[in-house]
Every structure is written in C-alpha cells, then in structure tokens.
C-alpha cells in the first residue's frame, strides 16, 4: 500500500521490510529449523543490509534492527556486474519497480540510470558484508549450471559439518 | 503465559554488535538525535520545539494536550500535534492488525515503530524546521514501555528508537492503579489492548488491567531519570495540571529562540 503511493522514507521502507522479515522468521523459518530441516531463504537479512544502507539509513543501526534474526549456517552471494544484471533485466523485459530502481532517492528520472547509480551503490555493501558476515561468493557471470555446480559444493559441504545449529547474528 | 523461549522471540543485543547508549556522545541533547538517527535528515538548529505528554490509557493526556494547545495558540505559537497511530502510512494496517491475530509482539512493536517514523518524518521534523510546537500526545516512552512489559530486550528498543529526536520537554502524568481504573470505568470501561488481554494473564479483564497497568507504571517510573521526564501528579483536577503545565511550558518557550507570529509590542501586519 505504501509502496503504490511512492511515500516511503529509506527508514519506513527499512522497518517494514524488517516487518515483514520477522513474520516469516517466526512463522516459516524457526518451525522447520527446529524441526531440523533445511530452510532455503530467498534473499535474508543481508538484503537489507545491503540496500536499506544504500538507501542512506545508519549502517550499524540496520544491523542491530535485525540481531532478532538467526544468523544462516550458508549465505550464498551471487555476485554479477550491474551491466549484466541491467542486461538480463532488459532481456526478458521486466519494467523496472520503482524501488528496485531506488527511484524514490531522486538521483535521476531515467529508470536505468537510477538502477544503476542505486545497485552500484548496493553491490558496494554486498561486498562489505562478503568480509563482514563471511558470505560465500558464487560468480553469477558463469553458466547456470557451472554455477549450480559451484552451489551445490558448497551446500554439500555445510552439510557434512558435524551438526547445524541456529546461531543468533 | 510462560513466554515461548525461542530465540527470536527475545531480541538480544549483546555480543560484539553491542547497541550504542541512548546519548553515548555526551548524554541526551534536546532537539537531538538519541542514537543513530536519520544521516540523510540533519537536524541542527531547527527552531521548533517538540513536547511530549506521556502517561498511561485513561491518564488525561488528551484533555491536557487540548488545553495546551489552545493556550499556546492564542499566544502565537504555531502548534502541530501528533499521536500514535496516526501515520498515514501505518494507521489502516495497525488497525487490521489489532483487530486480528496475526501479529506477535515483535511485529507489533515494528509496525509501531515504522508509524512512529513516517510521523517523524513527514510532520515532525517539518514542524520543527518551520518553527511548529509539536505536540506529541505519547512519544516513544509508551512503545518502550509496552514492548518493555512484553519481555522485548530494552537494549534493541532502545537502538531501534535510535532514529528518533530527543524532546524539548517531555511531561509524564504519574497516576496510581487505583486511581486510574475508578477513572476508567467511570468514562468508557476497559478495553482489551489497554488490559493487555493479549499477554494472557487470564480471562479476568479487572485483573488483567490492574496487572498490566500495573507493570506499565514501573516501566514508566524506570524511565523517568534516564529521560528526564517532568513528573506532574495526575489524580490532581485538570486545572491544575494544566496550571504546572503552561507554567513549565512558559518557562521553557520564553528562553527559547523560537518566535510567535503577534508578539506584544509588535506592530500587526500591515496588509499591502
């Protein structure tokens, strides 16, 4: 709702999104972790991190907003450069969303460019956070199977560490 | 009624990311950020004035706020109020939210939180750089407070609050149990969220609002030095209250730089 009237700041854009995080932290993702299961998330709280940052809001503040969450056993960080991502965008002729195109920062009224000023600025805290929180880094450049490859040497590794456990961030 | 102790449901904040004290550089500034604050909103030098009526439900805040501004206004102060739940972004979905039950505490504490900082942005910093009075019926007190009753961890409520601004004056009405729930029944009767019928003490809503409200005091009693609330004895009658009020708010105003539109002596506008 907020979203259709373009009204929301870098901080209500953050604290919703951290919302909606804890509704499926508590609903989809700590009953099957305990269960002992595997929970593959879709984007965490790294996201976040990356682009609510990107967005102007503190740095360490975005961090301790989510210190609720459980700290994932993987992160997978597909890395790509903006211009192949911008590509593959364009390819299948996705409109870009106003927000994914951090248009609601008024740096510029093109689409594209303001993708591309926000998302360089996105993929910079990505890469803090690949040293930060320990991310593994997959190139997202590569074929989708050679990529798969890559995934599922990664996954298969975690998995035979002795036991998971859900450790607070 | 034991809380489920999963590990989520009780944010921490210890370990190295440890949350910054609310005015680690150099203590609470009036006009101020608490904590992180918004980077992309500076805030120095504005020249409004924010002022916060807190107490519990039922306490009178309303009447006060009411008589204040009414009485700031004739003198020339351009007053702007704000409350909980009154975003324009949040209010519909707190609404729904309250009326379902879908949302545990920590959500609810988020949604409160996202509304506290679209009013924030959109009507109380703009007041205060356009030189408003704002009036904030409740501030963050009462969301740290009920979150606090909850078991939600004090540390990341207090970092989460970071963003928002240290106020001019804040005025808590200090009321006893007592006093308060003849107060209650006498106007409206109890209400469920006000019971806190939602932390399941019981099916008894007497004895869920005396709890409640009850933990809800000592919440705000522990708040007082730390946020140098003003304390104002609320069982006492309106007028009175509202006497120590104007006679504090006065004091305050009249040491300030802020201005007034007809200040005596001035000469009226003349129209062109």
New interface residues.
């Given amino acids: 709702?907020?979203k259709k009237k373009n009204?929301?700041?870098?901080?209500?854009f953050s604290?919703?999104h951290?919302?909606d995080f804890?509704?499926r932290?508590?609903y989809n993702i700590?009953p099957p972790l305990?269960a002992g299961m595997i929970v593959i998330a879709d984007r965490y709280a790294y996201t976040a991190f990356a682009r609510d940052v990107a967005?102007?809001?503190?740095r360490?503040?975005v961090?301790?907003?989510y210190?609720?969450?459980?700290r994932p056993d993987l992160t997978l960080y597909f890395r790509v450069p903006i211009d192949v991502s911008l590509d593959r965008l364009m390819a299948r002729r996705i409109k870009l969303k106003f927000y994914e195109a951090g248009m609601d920062m008024g740096w510029s009224l093109n689409a594209q460019e303001s993708f591309r000023i926000f998302q360089g600025k996105v993929l910079e805290e990505y890469d803090r956070l690949v040293t930060e929180f320990g991310l593994s880094v997959v190139n997202a450049s590569l074929a989708i199977t050679d990529q798969q490859q890559i995934v599922r040497n990664l996954v298969s590794r975690q998995l035979e560490k002795p036991q998971l456990e859900?450790v607070?961030? | 009624m034991t809380p489920d102790k999963t590990e989520v449901t009780e944010p921490k904040s210890d370990g190295k990311e440890q949350s910054p004290e609310f005015g680690a550089n150099g203590g609470i500034q009036a006009g101020r950020y608490y904590g992180h604050g918004l980077p992309y909103v500076p805030i120095e030098h504005y020249p409004g004035k924010i002022i916060a009526v807190e107490g519990t439900d039922g306490v009178g805040r309303s009447t006060q706020i009411a008589l204040l501004r009414e009485w700031l206004e004739v003198q020339g102060y351009g007053v702007v109020e704000t409350g909980w739940t009154r975003s324009a972004l949040m209010q519909p979905t707190i609404e729904l939210a309250k009326s379902s039950n879908t949302l545990n505490k920590l959500t609810f504490v988020l949604l409160y939180a996202t509304d506290f900082a679209d009013r924030l942005e959109k009507e109380i910093i703009p007041a205060l750089k356009a030189g408003f009075v704002v009036l904030s019926d409740r501030y963050i007190f009462s969301a740290l407070a009920r979150a606090g009753v909850r078991g939600v961890d004090r540390a990341w409520l207090r970092s989460l609050y970071g963003f928002a601004i240290a106020p001019h004056l804040v005025f808590y009405l200090k009321i006893d149990v007592d006093t308060l729930i003849r107060r209650v029944l006498s106007a409206r009767g109890m209400d469920f969220w006000e019971s806190g019928m939602d932390m399941k003490g019981g099916d008894d809503i007497y004895d869920s609002f005396r709890s409640y409200q009850n933990k809800l005091l000592r919440e705000y009693a522990s708040m007082a030095d730390e946020f140098g609330f003003r304390v104002l004895d609320a069982r006492r009658p309106v007028d009175a209250i509202q006497d120590d009020l104007r006679r504090q708010v006065q004091a305050f105003l009249s040491n300030s730089d802020i201005t007034t539109d007809n200040l005596p002596g001035q000469p009226p506008i003349q129209p062109t």
């Fill in positions: 709702m907020g009204s929301l700041t870098p901080t209500t604290l919703l951290a919302t804890a509704d932290l508590l700590v305990k967005r102007g809001v503190d360490a503040w961090r301790d907003l210190s609720f969450a459980v859900a607070n961030l």
